[in-house]
């Protein structure tokens, strides 16, 4: 069966509903009322939604910035500015969703239930007259005649083909997501669609995503343990990243806040088939020089106590004992009785320790996807392909990825913002067959 609307939009998640919301609101106030249709592969919208957070849903940090994302970084800065955090609040406002912010500047809504988030969208969905059709996977877009740029007055049809048959629209927004959480969708089908309108995709990996580490690795005998480090990703010898904050040993390697943010470096650099290591420091922001002076310190004023008592005031103790433990020292050894060779190993332990990863932890249990379409292949102030004119792209599609706190919230509402107004503003095609 074949159908007909002015704009599909390919995906009912945060980037997708809110594109759809965007070009209704701005084609209202041209007067013009044009018909939209999001479809999803899903039976029920949203599912990513619900889950991130806890299921509270982090919808944005109180502070953006374009350092807190990978990518390309005056393009990350142009998007972001054209939808900033503040505007991410006034508009959740105006949808009746009120946040509020954590100490970590992360900001939920004050009702702690992502389905609030979920219920606001769909519901001003309704409210502009958006069709959304579930169970409709797209498995290719067509288009049916060569045209001009977004400003151009011709009229082209895309066919967008689902498994169960397809629409004839004069844009096409997809914002299909990446691979993150499969179970809710994501499968990186668009990536295969944009491919084949022209683009080109970088390497994809999970992001956001925990580490697995080595099963001669000490992590289980600590699993539950929080602590803050500085984590240093080295890629071939170089250093690319170095990020301080909550690593949480597990039963199965590592995770937290500063591990889920480099994870997807050594992701990124494994998968190319580069070397990737990431080091650990107990001590974040101090030297190896800074701590071995202040063990020699504290050896000259408590010479008879115990390294493993001296460590346990800055680390919880049974994390002292293991780090003890592989730097070949007992627990019980008396500060004044470290010869040089063991403070070294312990301050090496203490201050550069290797942490033995052999993988990510997959896609099931990534957050986001990094890698996708080059940013340098849409138009930022449309978020309209510069590979064929009348589609956009947005969202987790995109080689763009931020840190954990709400940024690819942010992402997602910023983009389908810039794209929903783009399209909105054009004029509605004549009436009639396309």
Excluded at 408 to 430: D, E, I, K, M
Aim: aromatic fraction near 6%; charge should be positive.
């Amino acid at each position: 069966m074949s159908h007909r609307c002015d704009i599909a939009v390919i995906g009912a998640g945060a980037a997708g509903l809110t594109a759809a919301i965007f070009a209704a609101e701005t084609a209202r106030k041209r007067k013009t009322s044009p018909s939209i249709v999001v479809l999803d592969s899903a039976r029920k919208v949203g599912a990513k939604i619900l889950v991130s957070g806890g299921g509270r849903c982090n919808v944005t940090h109180d502070e953006i910035h374009p350092e807190d994302y990978n990518g390309s970084r005056n393009i990350v800065r142009n998007i972001l500015a054209a939808f900033d955090e503040q505007a991410t609040v006034r508009w959740f406002a105006s949808l009746g969703v009120a946040l509020k912010q954590e100490e970590t500047g992360k900001l939920f809504p004050t009702s702690d239930s992502a389905r609030t988030v979920l219920q606001a969208l769909l519901q001003r969905c309704t409210e502009l007259g958006v069709t959304i059709l579930t169970g409709r996977r797209v498995v290719g877009v067509i288009p049916l005649e060569e045209r001009g740029s977004l400003a151009d007055a011709h009229v082209t049809t895309f066919a967008v083909r689902h498994e169960h048959g397809e629409f004839f629209a004069r844009n096409v927004i997809m914002a299909t997501g990446g691979r993150s959480l499969p179970k809710t969708g994501s499968d990186g089908g668009g990536w295969g669609i944009v491919r084949r309108l022209g683009h080109t995709v970088t390497t994809t990996v999970p992001a956001l995503v925990p580490l697995v580490l080595s099963d001669k690795m000490f992590h289980a005998s600590v699993s539950g343990i929080s602590v803050t480090v500085e984590l240093s990703t080295s890629v071939n010898g170089k250093m690319i990243d170095r990020r301080t904050g909550s690593l949480l040993w597990t039963h199965f390697g590592v995770s937290g806040p500063v591990v889920m943010d480099a994870s997807r470096h050594w992701a990124l650099a494994r998968a190319n088939g580069q070397t990737v290591e990431i080091h650990c420091n107990f001590f974040p922001e101090q030297s190896f020089e800074h701590v071995e002076k202040w063990l020699i310190a504290m050896a000259s004023a408590r010479p008879r106590g115990t390294v493993n008592n001296l460590l346990a005031e800055r680390l919880p103790d049974r994390l002292a004992r293991v780090l003890l433990h592989e730097a070949a020292i007992e627990p019980a050894v008396q500060l004044g009785q470290l010869t040089r060779e063991r403070r070294r190993a312990l301050v090496h332990a203490l201050t550069n320790f290797l942490l033995p990863v052999e993988r990510d932890r997959g896609w099931n249990f990534a957050e986001v996807t990094a890698g996708g379409v080059p940013l340098q292949e849409i138009d930022y102030r449309t978020m309209e392909s510069r590979k064929m004119p009348g589609i956009f792209l947005i969202g987790e599609l995109l080689d763009c990825d931020g840190r954990i706190g709400g940024f690819n919230f942010q992402w997602a509402w910023a983009t389908g913002y810039l794209a929903g107004r783009a399209v909105g503003s054009l004029l509605v095609p004549p009436q009639g067959e396309y």
